[in-house]
Protein backbone atom coordinates (compact mmCIF):
# COMPACT_ATOMS: atom_id res chain seq x y z
CA UNK A 1 0.00 0.00 0.00
CA UNK A 2 0.97 3.49 -0.75
CA UNK A 3 1.10 6.26 1.94
CA UNK A 4 -1.41 7.51 0.37
CA UNK A 5 -3.91 4.75 0.05
CA UNK A 6 -3.37 4.02 3.86
CA UNK A 7 -4.35 7.50 4.76
CA UNK A 8 -7.42 6.79 3.24
CA UNK A 9 -7.76 3.29 5.03
CA UNK A 10 -6.82 4.99 8.15
CA UNK A 11 -9.48 7.66 7.60
CA UNK A 12 -12.53 5.45 6.78
CA UNK A 13 -11.42 3.60 10.22
CA UNK A 14 -11.48 6.51 12.25
CA UNK A 15 -13.66 8.25 11.14
CA UNK A 16 -16.69 5.44 12.39
CA UNK A 17 -15.78 6.50 15.89
CA UNK A 18 -17.43 10.36 15.24
CA UNK A 19 -20.20 9.39 13.19
CA UNK A 20 -23.37 7.52 13.87
CA UNK A 21 -24.82 4.97 11.78
CA UNK A 22 -26.93 6.86 9.00
CA UNK A 23 -24.46 9.45 8.97
CA UNK A 24 -23.62 11.47 5.83
CA UNK A 25 -20.35 13.22 4.56
CA UNK A 26 -19.34 15.25 2.43
CA UNK A 27 -15.69 14.63 1.02
CA UNK A 28 -14.01 16.65 -1.61
CA UNK A 29 -11.01 14.77 -3.07
CA UNK A 30 -8.61 13.75 -6.16
CA UNK A 31 -8.97 10.48 -5.82
CA UNK A 32 -12.06 9.38 -6.23
CA UNK A 33 -11.13 5.29 -6.75
CA UNK A 34 -9.16 5.49 -3.68
CA UNK A 35 -12.60 6.47 -1.80
CA UNK A 36 -14.94 4.33 -3.41
CA UNK A 37 -12.26 1.28 -2.35
CA UNK A 38 -11.92 2.06 1.59
CA UNK A 39 -15.01 3.64 1.42
CA UNK A 40 -17.19 0.24 0.72
CA UNK A 41 -15.02 -1.51 2.51
CA UNK A 42 -15.78 -0.11 5.78
CA UNK A 43 -19.54 -0.17 5.69
CA UNK A 44 -20.41 2.99 3.58
CA UNK A 45 -21.84 3.22 0.79
CA UNK A 46 -21.21 6.10 -1.97
CA UNK A 47 -24.93 7.64 -2.57
CA UNK A 48 -23.52 10.28 -5.14
CA UNK A 49 -20.72 11.29 -6.74
CA UNK A 50 -19.84 14.92 -8.56
CA UNK A 51 -16.54 15.42 -11.14
CA UNK A 52 -15.75 19.19 -9.67
CA UNK A 53 -12.86 19.57 -12.26
CA UNK A 54 -12.13 17.07 -15.14
CA UNK A 55 -8.38 18.60 -14.92
CA UNK A 56 -6.95 18.44 -11.38
CA UNK A 57 -9.46 15.38 -11.15
CA UNK A 58 -11.28 16.99 -8.23
CA UNK A 59 -14.52 15.24 -7.08
CA UNK A 60 -17.40 15.55 -4.46
CA UNK A 61 -18.56 12.49 -2.78
CA UNK A 62 -21.56 12.26 -0.42
CA UNK A 63 -20.83 9.03 1.47
CA UNK A 64 -23.61 7.31 4.17
CA UNK A 65 -22.81 5.33 6.75
CA UNK A 66 -24.77 1.98 6.65
CA UNK A 67 -26.68 0.72 9.93
CA UNK A 68 -24.67 -2.60 11.09
Known amino acids: QTELEQLYRKFFVKVKEH ?6 MVLY ?12 CNGYR ?3 EFEINKIERSYVF ?6 E
Open 46 to 48: VEK
Open 29 to 40: VRNPELVKKYAQ
Open 19 to 24: LKEDAV
Open 62 to 67: VIVRDV
